[in-house]
């Protein structure tokens, strides 16, 4: 099967940083080990040296990804490869993605990756994402999700919560996915995997480090989280590492969103707060991962899948999370919290009962075993076959 894989990168200047691309390095080759012929087409290469590789331009805003495709780049493409499918990890480029393949006289497969949803829900209500709303944009950007949706032969999201979402949204839309739709989550990286009953838990005489490795959006929930963190810090048992995973970004998009830098300063002058960067070097990150006792989950509202959260527990860090989305289907229910004193509480815990942290970083770890890049690589090519 020859899969070319059309990936678009957010983050060009710090690639540890953009989850689409981690996907992409880590299932590639696992996919080349299972048979496949991978070509990926992105701004940066991804995948090791047997996968094929086509340089792309980099879209500059979040908006271009999703509405500036060059359908001829495209037939280029389609016609130099020869795909037996074609992967579009941009849901909103499937319905240039199938005009190309129309002009290019191709009958690949065209199969859709949801990474990210444009939208959530609150119980029965659909909620626009507002950090694509930007002049009224969110619902264009959903309305070119669903023509996504409608052009792909099969679609592909995280969780069983994304599905679940992702068919609500198609049905308000009246796009039928009917038996198009599954769910494929994302690979761990297996050099962030680490045994907790081979390596005891890190316990330092100033307190429990807790992990906040997400990205600081405020629609990530960023300004919940400082709220959280001035409470943590203040109970004295847990100390906070907070990771900076942008660094400096373009201007194109602090323009667009200058949250991140202003979460990030707010959190540096608490007390007790450290605010680090991985420099985009994977050892350094597992590192920081390894220091800490505990992780914190994100209060991104429309969160359908967390890497970070994965990275954490297959650490054996226990993580603490907001009952929300995705969060509430795949944590563990004792440490999932309603309000900002349950957490404290949950945090205080972990950091002194070695018997409680023990059990839950047993837990975390084998929560995990099943993203391993071999096991996911089987079930993707099963969804496009």
């Given at each position: 099967?020859?899969?070319?894989?059309?990936?678009n990168?957010?983050?060009?200047?710090?690639l540890?940083?953009?989850?689409?691309?981690?996907?992409?390095?880590?299932?590639?080759?696992?996919?080349?080990?299972?048979?496949?012929?991978?070509?990926?087409?992105?701004?940066?290469?991804?995948?090791?040296?047997?996968?094929?590789?086509?340089?792309?331009?980099v879209?500059?805003?979040?908006?271009?990804?999703?509405?500036?495709?060059?359908?001829?780049?495209?037939v280029?493409?389609?016609?130099?490869?020869?795909?037996d499918?074609?992967?579009?990890?941009?849901?909103?480029?499937?319905?240039?993605?199938?005009?190309?393949?129309?002009?290019?006289?191709?009958?690949a497969?065209?199969a859709?990756?949801?990474?990210?949803?444009?939208?959530?829900?609150t119980?029965?209500?659909?909620?626009?994402?507002?950090?694509?709303?930007?002049?009224?944009?969110?619902?264009?950007?959903?309305?070119?999700?669903?023509?996504?949706?409608?052009?792909?032969?099969?679609?592909?999201?995280?969780?069983?919560t994304?599905?679940?979402?992702?068919?609500?949204?198609?049905a308000?839309m009246?796009?039928?996915?009917?038996?198009?739709?599954?769910?494929?989550?994302?690979?761990?990286?297996?050099?962030?995997?680490?045994?907790p009953?081979?390596?005891?838990?890190v316990?330092?005489?100033?307190?429990?480090?807790?992990?906040?490795n997400?990205?600081?959006?405020?629609h990530?929930?960023?300004?919940?989280?400082?709220?959280?963190?001035?409470?943590?810090?203040?109970?004295?048992?847990?100390?906070l590492?907070?990771m900076?995973?942008?660094?400096q970004?373009?201007?194109?998009?602090?323009?667009?969103?200058?949250?991140?830098?202003?979460?990030?300063?707010?959190?540096a002058a608490?007390?007790?707060?450290?605010?680090?960067?991985?420099r985009?070097?994977?050892?350094?990150?597992?590192?920081?991962?390894?220091?800490?006792?505990?992780?914190?989950?994100?209060?991104?509202p429309?969160?359908?899948?967390?890497m970070?959260?994965?990275?954490?527990?297959?650490?054996?860090?226990p993580v603490?999370?907001?009952?929300?989305?995705?969060?509430?289907?795949?944590?563990?229910?004792?440490?999932?919290?309603?309000?900002?004193d349950?957490?404290?509480?949950?945090?205080?815990?972990l950091?002194?009962?070695?018997?409680?942290?023990a059990?839950h970083?047993?837990?975390a770890?084998?929560?995990?075993?099943?993203?391993?890049?071999?096991?996911?690589?089987?079930?993707?090519?099963?969804?496009?076959?």
């Open positions: 099967m020859r899969v070319l894989y059309l990936l990168i957010s983050n060009p200047d710090r540890s940083a953009d989850s689409g691309w981690i996907f992409a390095d880590l299932l590639a080759p696992a996919l080349i080990d299972a048979g496949a012929e991978v070509t990926v087409a992105a701004p940066a290469a991804a995948g090791d040296g047997r996968c094929g590789y086509r340089q792309t331009k879209p500059g805003t979040k908006y271009r990804a999703r509405f500036s495709t060059d359908i001829d780049e495209l280029a493409l389609i016609r130099a490869e020869r795909p499918v074609v992967v579009a990890n941009q849901i909103e480029e499937a319905p240039a993605i199938r005009t190309a393949l129309l002009e290019a006289a191709s009958d497969l065209l859709g990756y949801c990474h990210y949803l444009p939208f959530s829900f119980e029965d209500r659909l909620l626009l994402d507002s950090s694509l709303d930007d002049m009224g944009l969110g619902r264009p950007v959903l309305l070119a999700f669903a023509a996504g949706l409608a052009a792909c032969d099969r679609v592909m999201v995280h969780s069983p994304a599905a679940s979402w992702v068919s609500a949204a198609a308000q009246t796009v039928k996915l009917d038996d198009r739709l599954r769910i494929v989550p994302a690979p761990r990286d297996e050099r962030l995997v680490r045994d009953a081979v390596t005891p838990p316990s330092g005489s100033e307190g429990a480090i807790g992990i906040y997400h990205r600081l959006y405020a990530y929930g960023t300004g919940r989280f400082v709220d959280l963190a001035r409470d943590l810090v203040a109970s004295g048992a847990v100390r590492r907070v900076d995973l942008f660094g970004r373009r201007v194109e998009r602090t323009s667009l969103d200058g949250s991140p830098e202003r979460m990030r300063d707010q959190l608490l007390p007790h707060v450290q605010v680090v960067s991985d985009g070097d994977r050892v350094r990150y597992r590192n920081l991962l390894a220091g800490a006792r505990l992780g914190i989950a994100p209060f991104r429309g969160c359908p899948w967390s970070s959260v994965i990275d954490c527990q297959g650490m054996g860090l603490i999370s907001p009952r929300l989305g995705w969060l509430a289907e795949h944590i563990d229910p004792e440490l999932c919290f309603g309000t900002s349950e957490a404290v509480a949950l945090a205080e815990r950091a002194t009962d070695d018997e409680f942290h059990v970083a047993k837990r770890h084998a929560s995990t075993t099943e993203f391993a890049p071999d096991r996911i690589a089987a079930r993707y090519l099963e969804a496009v076959s």
